[in-house]
């Protein structure tokens, strides 16, 4: 696999987080996350069906999530790494390029925030 996609929902959703967590820990916390998301989508992209990802029939056909506290070890930056991240990747397979649906908390019912159709637009 070599590469992914976001899809405007995913986009939006890492905006989103990275503004919040600027605002309640500051620059150096928005930096440390923006690395694990990045390090989350390198692992994903160059192979999605690593261990650690659940497929997730729930959400649609050939589904898959990804905790990010799985990557935390591959995105230290100099002030450190994120302790206890909180989100999934939601993504799947199409015409060989991994595409990220949504980035969701998960504390979230995942099955509510994923639109079978327009989550992979």
């Known amino acids: ?5 976001l899809s405007g929902p995913a986009k939006a959703d890492i905006v989103k987080l990275l503004a919040w967590t600027e605002r309640q820990f500051g620059e150096a916390a928005r930096t440390r996350y923006a690395a694990l998301i990045t390090a989350a989508l390198h692992d994903i992209s160059s192979q999605p069906d690593r261990v650690g990802n659940i497929l997730r029939p729930e959400l649609g056909e ?6 990010l506290r799985l990557s935390r070890e591959r995105a230290r930056t100099v002030t ?8 999934f990747l939601i993504y799947r397979i199409e015409d060989g390029l991994v595409v990220i649906g949504r980035v969701l908390h998960d504390a979230m019912e995942l099955v509510q925030h994923l639109d079978p159709e327009k989550s992979w637009e």
Request: charged letters at 25%.
């Open 62 to 67: 050939g589904v898959r999530s990804w905790h």
């Open 1 to 5: 696999m070599a590469g992914y996609r």
């Open 80 to 87: 450190g790494i994120v302790r206890r991240p909180r989100h």
